[in-house]
C-alpha cells in the first residue's frame, strides 16, 4: 500500500467551529508532515512529526493544533479559524532521513477547506 | 539556507513537442531534489528524485531530469507532451541538516494545446 489518504475531502466550517483533518498511512513511515496550499502556491510546511513526536513547528498559529496518536495516523484539530485560513491542506508522510537517504515524500489527495 | 528557483510560471508547448521545465538550486551541500507534479485538486505525486547515485534520472509517464552541477540545475524534460501533462509541476530541495525538511520552488503550470 503506497497510498496516503485524507479525510474529508473538503470542509466547510464557521469561525467558531471546531473540526478534525484526518491523515493515514500504511507504508511503514515514521514521519508524517501537515502542508497548507494556497492556490496557485506551493506548498507551505505547518508541522512534521517523526517518530510520532512534534520535531518541527513552522510557527504555525495555535488555532491549528497538530496531533499523532500512532505511527500510522496523523490529525490536525481546528479551532476559531480565520477566512484566511481557507486553502489545501495536504498530508504527506516519508522514512525518516537516514544517512545518506533521501526522504521523498508521498502526498495524500488534500482536504480543501473552506472558512466562512 | 536552501532555495529553489523555476523560471517561467508558465509554459505552454503543443502537444508532441518537447517539454523543458527549468529549476535551479542554491546549496552549499550536495542536495537531494525532487520533481513533483500536481494536477487539478489533487495531491502531489513524485516524477522523480536525485540522490547523487546518477545524473540523469528516468521517472514516471516519460519523465527525465539532468543534474548539472556546475550550473546548479536539474531541468525537467519529456521529448513528446501528451494533453494529460498539463498539470502544476513542483521543483523541490531537501537539506539534510533540516530534518527532511523539504523547499519548494514556485511552480510551474505546464498548459499543452492540442
Known amino acids: 500500500d503506497t497510498e496516503v489518504t485524507q479525510t474529508p475531502k473538503h470542509l466547510v466550517m464557521g469561525m467558531t467551529n471546531k473540526k478534525s483533518l484526518k491523515c493515514e498511512q500504511h507504508m511503514g513511515h515514521r514521519a508524517m508532515y501537515w502542508y497548507k496550499q494556497k492556490a496557485k502556491k506551493p506548498p507551505e510546511l505547518m508541522f512534521v512529526y517523526s517518530y510520532e513526536k512534534l520535531s518541527i513547528n513552522e510557527s504555525v498559529p495555535s488555532r491549528f493544533s497538530p496531533e499523532c496518536p500512532n505511527s500510522s495516523l496523523l490529525n490536525l484539530h481546528l479551532h476559531a479559524l480565520q477566512p484566511e485560513d481557507s486553502a489545501l491542506y495536504l498530508c504527506a508522510s516519508s522514512q525518516v532521513r537516514t544517512s545518506g537517504g533521501a526522504d521523498e515524500q508521498f502526498f495524500g489527495p488534500g482536504t480543501r477547506l473552506t472558512v466562512l | 539556507a536552501q532555495s529553489v528557483t523555476q523560471l517561467g510560471s508558465h509554459v505552454s508547448v503543443s502537444e508532441g513537442a518537447l517539454v523543458l521545465l527549468r529549476c535551479n538550486y542554491s546549496?552549499?551541500?550536495?542536495?537531494?531534489l525532487f520533481w513533483y507534479v500536481q494536477y487539478p485538486n489533487q495531491g502531489l505525486q513524485l516524477l522523480l528524485k536525485y540522490t547523487s547515485a546518477a545524473t540523469l534520472v528516468k521517472g514516471i509517464n516519460g519523465f527525465e531530469a539532468e543534474f548539472k552541477k556546475s550550473e546548479t540545475s536539474f531541468h525537467l524534460t519529456k521529448p513528446s507532451a501528451h494533453m494529460s501533462d498539463a498539470a502544476e509541476y513542483f521543483c523541490a530541495v531537501s537539506d539534510p541538516g533540516q530534518g527532511g525538511k523539504l523547499i519548494f520552488g514556485q511552480g510551474t503550470e505546464l498548459s499543452v494545446k492540442p
Open positions: 546549496s552549499s551541500v550536495p542536495p537531494y
